[in-house]
């Protein structure tokens, strides 16, 4: 297998067919078809300019076999070479998905390199998009060897699992080179390790303590006891303030030759009756003697005057 032989289809494409015998022009190569399951390519599609694709013309075929000679030019013995071929079960790869086994995608088919003598196919060039008018140097362009198809299907290539590890680039594109872009399973492998997402009413808690924020701890002020007397206890108002109780020693006494104990809330009772009689004792034997509805001039009536009653004549005669 020499170089001179193994062409790019980007490089076929666009080429004039003419016959030898005549030197008629049959037209431009304007589509290569292949045939997967063989792996080589078996037709060429002829048309009269790369544009006639765009205006509708139908196109010529032709097979690959026919060409004798080829460089810039393809030269064929003669115009029977146009053939009504079959193009049903021939694909033209552009396009196609590329995946692995296990379902990873490698990029999608944009060219390919084949050996125009007998049409065998020797490697996919892969990329991001399967467009062939980008040019190379705007998107990233792999190389993967032909013997990694497994199996093929409408539009679709599926190749060994691990092919990636064995791809060639060929071309960097922009949007790598300024470190955005990379390859489509590197992309993949970047989200297999992006962890899903749980609905809110399904998480559970993160288990790290929450610390609370601690109130300072306030000191009990000291209760001053206000000053008061039994004297003035009607003019001055009661403390509102609950004010602690001092623990007073309890005092004993001897009663009857025995110990018992007195508290203070039995000597203020006892003294606060005893100078409650001596202060109000009599004062109300004395001072209430004689009827408090009495009156020193007796009540004498006064003589209503009311009128009489009259009856009311029920109707009147009237003069004639």
């Known amino acids: ?20 015998d005549t030197g008629k022009r049959l037209g ?18 002829l048309r009269e300019n790369l544009l006639s694709g765009v205006l509708g013309n139908m196109p010529q075929f032709m097979s690959l076999s026919s060409i004798r000679q080829i460089g810039d030019v393809a030269l064929v013995d003669n115009d029977t070479v146009l053939d009504d071929i079959n193009i049903d079960g021939y694909s033209t790869l552009i396009n196609s998905e590329v995946i692995t086994e296990t379902g990873e995608m490698l990029g999608r088919v944009r060219g390919f ?23 190379d140097q705007v998107v990233s362009t792999y190389e993967l060897p032909i013997e990694e198809i497994v199996s093929s299907g409408p539009d679709r290539l599926i190749v060994f699992e691990g092919a990636e590890e064995r791809v060639t680039q060929l071309t960097v594109g ?32 993160s288990g790290v303590r929450i610390p609370t924020m601690q109130q300072p701890l306030r000191t009990p002020q000291p209760v001053v006891e206000e000053a008061w007397s039994e004297d003035d206890w009607g003019s001055q108002p009661a403390p509102k303030q609950l004010r602690q109780q001092r623990q007073v020693e309890p005092a004993y006494y001897d009663e009857e030759d025995n110990w018992s104990e007195a508290t203070d809330r039995d000597r203020y009772t006892s003294s606060y009756d005893d100078d409650y009689e001596d202060d109000f004792a009599g004062t109300y034997e004395e ?28 109707y009147e005669e009237e003069g004639f």
């Open 1 to 20: 297998m020499t170089s001179d032989k193994i062409w790019q289809r980007s490089d076929l494409l666009g080429t004039q067919v003419i016959t030898r």
């Open 28 to 45: 431009v190569v304007s589509q290569l078809w292949v045939d997967v399951d063989r792996r080589e390519v078996v037709a060429l599609g």
């Open 113 to 135: 390199r084949f050996n125009v003598e007998d049409g065998k196919v020797y490697s996919l060039i892969i990329a991001t998009l399967g467009v062939p008018l980008i040019p």
């Open 174 to 205: 922009l949007l790598e080179r300024i470190g955005i872009g990379r390859a489509p399973w590197e992309r993949e492998e970047e989200e297999d390790y992006i962890l899903p997402t749980t609905p809110a009413e399904n998480q559970l808690g």
């Open 287 to 314: 001072e209430i003697v004689e009827d408090a509805w009495a009156d020193d001039k007796p009540y004498k009536p006064q003589k209503l005057n009311i009128p009489e009653k009259t009856k009311a004549p029920e």
